[in-house]
């Protein structure tokens, strides 16, 4: 194996073992949140989760790549200002996801048939406004081969969210007003950590203005926009009519038990966000190179590797699975006293 292999593999490896503990915390979060919650609040907080989802692939634009695309073609000393001008966007981006979500609270409630779902939204809508402008912070430092530091800041930035959500729900008996509430305090300090981190690879470097303009970042991202918007009302089309036609409290047992399989994501997401600027490197404007296509089917087959196997465990042992992380402590113990 080549050493450009080899140092992507440990790049992509650290981004995997940032995704794979925000994966843990947001289990966690679940498995605590669902136990302290009657299924009532627990169905609110969980539509919250899903609306902000659901409308962060519509409101980014497909902008969080735009780093890794553009970083590469640019020298050092040009990557500030490029850093610069995409998280101005996302700035008008999240002000505008805040406005929309504060405006639309009631309508939004309306369609997923759950009064309590307005003020929910009300208290959330902070959130997107802080957390739009610390997103591409991987592709940077993919970018840079810096991934292990973008690791650490996940792994920092997760517990903090967990601390700050479940810390009201456990100690103070508070209600998912008050998870929400936490997970606003948690957003602000992550968007004060990421953006000084979105520029701590370049500080030493002597800045100079690009000649990226905002026309060329709107045509790279807007056509990933339009390929993501279809798998977004493929995935959100269920939750909705679940949440619409059968509440709140079924919208909470769907949520929880059906769940995507994240492993796949993890590793299909890290692979890319390293891969994404290599090739942006490579690419000449001439199509795939020999080296491009090596580095390709190499990851392809690593990733295939790893994927497959855990795919055939988690069909055999799914029961075993759910029941551990959301029922009852006599299921637990009988699942594994045998």
Avoid at 127 to 156: E, N, V, W
Avoid at 170 to 187: E, L, Q, R, T, W
Wanted: proline share 4%.
């Amino acid at each position: 194996m080549s050493l450009g292999q080899t140092s992507n593999s440990k790049q992509a490896a650290w981004v995997a073992i940032g995704s794979f503990f925000s994966f843990i915390v947001s289990i966690i979060s679940s498995m605590i949140l669902s136990r302290f919650f009657d299924k009532g609040d627990y169905g609110t907080y969980k539509q919250v989760m899903y609306v902000y989802s659901t409308l962060l692939a519509v409101f980014t634009l497909g902008l969080p790549k735009a780093y890794a695309y553009f970083l590469p073609k640019y020298a050092t000393n040009y990557s500030r200002d490029i850093i610069s001008k995409v998280t101005k966007i996302f700035f008008i981006l999240g002000a505008a996801f805040s406005l929309f979500l504060l405006c639309c609270a009631g309508p939004i409630a309306s369609v997923m048939n759950n009064p309590d779902l307005r003020s929910a939204l009300i208290v959330f809508s902070p959130t997107p406004f802080l957390l739009l402008p610390t997103m591409g912070l991987d592709a940077i430092y993919a970018s840079f081969r810096k991934t292990k530091y973008l690791a650490y800041y996940t792994i920092a930035t997760r517990i903090l969210t967990i601390i700050c959500i479940v810390f009201p729900v456990v100690i103070f008996s508070g209600n998912y007003i008050c998870a929400i509430i936490g997970f606003d305090i948690a957003s602000l300090i992550t968007f004060f950590l990421a953006l000084y981190l979105k520029s701590w690879p370049v500080k030493d470097v002597e800045h100079q203005k690009s000649s990226l303009t905002y026309k060329e970042i709107f045509k790279f991202a807007l056509p990933l926009l339009y390929a993501s918007l279809w798998g977004v009302i493929i995935s959100s089309a269920t939750q909705l009519f679940i949440s619409r036609y059968f509440g709140n409290e079924t919208f909470a047992e769907f949520s929880n038990g059906f769940m995507e399989l994240p492993l796949v994501g993890m590793i299909l997401g890290s692979i890319s966000a390293v891969l994404l600027p290599v090739f942006s490197g490579m690419d000449k404007g001439n199509g795939m190179s020999n080296e491009t296509l090596v580095v390709w089917n190499s990851a392809l087959l690593k990733s295939a590797k790893l994927i497959f196997p855990m795919l055939i465990f988690s069909v055999f042992f799914a029961e075993p699975i759910m029941t551990c992380m959301y029922g009852d402590i006599c299921s637990i113990i009988n699942i594994l006293c045998h």
